[in-house]
């Protein structure tokens, strides 16, 4: 049903964060997203953190949530493009306007649906932490898998 599981990675400022799903009929589900400085690394090199300012909850160690975000520029489509900075991300994030700061994020491809009715409790399985947004992109995949899931009583 999906495609092997992909890694948390990081999208750093003035980067692209590229989902694709290649086989065909298949459409990103985001499985996570964060934006913010949460920790030092190759977008945030440690040298680049002042250290009198380290223990400034805004300045370092801070980042949102954005899989809610992420989830709607890109989940249910076969193939998303987000810059960084994000003006979206940009918004919801407790770190100072000016610092650099960077995306964090994990994606799968999820088969879409053709004629054959799709193993809702497989996806439900891979993503149990994610079921509302599974349940959004399915239902936008097709109206016939709401249907389904009405008449069979499916709880996501």
Do not use: W
């Amino acid at each position: 049903m999906t495609s092997a599981g992909r890694t948390t990675a990081q999208y750093c400022d003035f980067e692209v964060f590229e989902a694709r799903c290649a086989a065909s009929h298949e459409v990103v589900v985001m499985a996570a997203a964060s934006y913010g400085r949460r920790e030092t690394g190759r977008c945030l090199p440690p040298d680049s953190v002042i250290e009198s300012l380290r223990h400034d909850p805004r300045y370092f160690g801070c980042s949102a949530d954005v899989l809610r975000l992420a989830d709607r520029k890109c989940s249910g489509r076969p193939r998303c493009d987000v810059a960084i900075p994000d003006s979206d991300f940009e918004r919801v994030t407790p770190c100072y306007k000016d610092s650099r700061k960077y995306l964090e994020a994990k994606y799968d491809c999820v088969k879409g649906m053709q004629q054959s009715t799709i193993g809702l409790s497989s996806v439900h399985h891979h993503h149990h932490h994610h079921e509302n947004s599974i349940r959004r992109t399915l239902q936008g995949l097709s109206g016939a898998v709401h249907n389904n899931a009405n008449r069979n009583k499916v709880s996501l």
